[in-house]
Every structure is written in structure tokens, then in C-alpha cells.
């Protein structure tokens, strides 16, 4: 059984797959595999509500963590961490309004969006992994 103390490694991993759920979308539909993206994508953001289900559970339960790092990390971290976190305020809606045009099939539209939410979600994604190895792991 999965613990609260569990949930930030539980986290780092739905990021990761996550960010290769949306590579692998990408690659997909630059092959126009088009039934193959829409699974990648559709499952990138399942994976990513199921982590910020698990996040908000963990820091109801435990709060905040203090970066124990000193030195040339901390400002490191905390750079990461800023650009993180005003990043990922602006993924759900640009995910929720990109994967809407693709099901009303506005592809036009679709695809004039997906440039951007793209390598936002997957920045966020990525980071999301960096933030938890300097917080937890370091």
C-alpha cells in the first residue's frame, strides 16, 4: 500500500512518464500515427491529473518541504522551482483547451495551440522530476 510519505516519488514518476508520453506523442503524430498520438496524449493527460491529484493529497497531509541544499544550489533550485510553478499554473488550461479542439476536431486550431502547450507541459514535466531528485534526493 502506497503511503503518504510515498507520494513524492509516486509524483516524480507520473512527471516522467508523462514527459515521455508526450514525446512519444509528438513523434507519433509527426509520423501521422494519428490514433497511436491521440492514446499518447489522451494518457500524458491522464498521467498528469492522476499527479496533481496525488500532489495536492501529499501537501494537504504534510505541507511544505524546506530545500535543504546550500551553496550555488539554492538559487539553482529556486530558479527551477519559479519557473516550475508558473509554468504549471498555465499548463491546464492550455492542455484542457488543446485536447478540446483536437475532439471538436479543429485540428487548425488544434495544432496552432500545441506548438505552445507543448514544450510548456513537457518543461514542467521534466522539471517536475528535477525539483523532486533536488528536494528529496540531493
Same mark, same amino acid.
Given at each position: 500500500?502506497?503511503?503518504?510519505?510515498?507520494?513524492?516519488?509516486?509524483?516524480?514518476?507520473?512527471?516522467?512518464?508523462?514527459?515521455?508520453?508526450?514525446?512519444?506523442?509528438?513523434? #507519433?503524430?509527426?509520423?501521422? /500515427?494519428?490514433?497511436?498520438?491521440?492514446?499518447?496524449?489522451?494518457?500524458?493527460? $491522464?498521467?498528469? +491529473? &492522476?499527479?496533481?491529484?496525488?500532489?495536492?493529497?501529499?501537501?494537504?497531509?504534510?505541507?511544505?518541504?524546506?530545500?535543504?541544499?546550500?551553496?550555488?544550489?539554492?538559487?539553482?533550485?529556486?530558479?527551477?522551482?519559479?519557473?516550475?510553478?508558473?509554468?504549471?499554473?498555465?499548463?491546464?488550461?492550455?492542455? #484542457?483547451?488543446?485536447?478540446? /479542439?483536437?475532439?471538436?476536431?479543429?485540428?487548425?486550431?488544434?495544432?496552432?495551440? $500545441?506548438?505552445? +502547450? &507543448?514544450?510548456?507541459?513537457?518543461?514542467?514535466?521534466?522539471?517536475?522530476?528535477?525539483?523532486?531528485?533536488?528536494?528529496?534526493?540531493?
Amino acid at each position: 500500500m502506497i503511503s503518504i510519505s510515498d507520494l513524492p516519488a509516486v509524483n516524480a514518476t507520473l512527471n516522467g512518464s508523462s514527459a515521455l508520453l508526450l514525446v512519444a506523442g509528438y513523434i #507519433l503524430i509527426r509520423q501521422r /500515427r494519428v490514433t497511436a498520438h491521440k492514446v499518447c496524449m489522451g494518457s500524458a493527460f $491522464a498521467t498528469s +491529473t &492522476l499527479f496533481l491529484i496525488c500532489y495536492l493529497t501529499y501537501h494537504y497531509h504534510i505541507g511544505s518541504k524546506p530545500f535543504p541544499g546550500q551553496g550555488w544550489v539554492r538559487p539553482l533550485y529556486f530558479s527551477i522551482l519559479i519557473s516550475h510553478t508558473v509554468l504549471a499554473v498555465s499548463i491546464l488550461p492550455l492542455a #484542457l483547451t488543446t485536447l478540446y /479542439r483536437a475532439w471538436r476536431a479543429q485540428f487548425d486550431r488544434h495544432v496552432k495551440i $500545441a506548438r505552445w +502547450t &507543448l514544450p510548456i507541459w513537457l518543461y514542467v514535466s521534466v522539471t517536475g522530476v528535477v525539483i523532486y531528485w533536488m528536494l528529496y534526493q540531493l
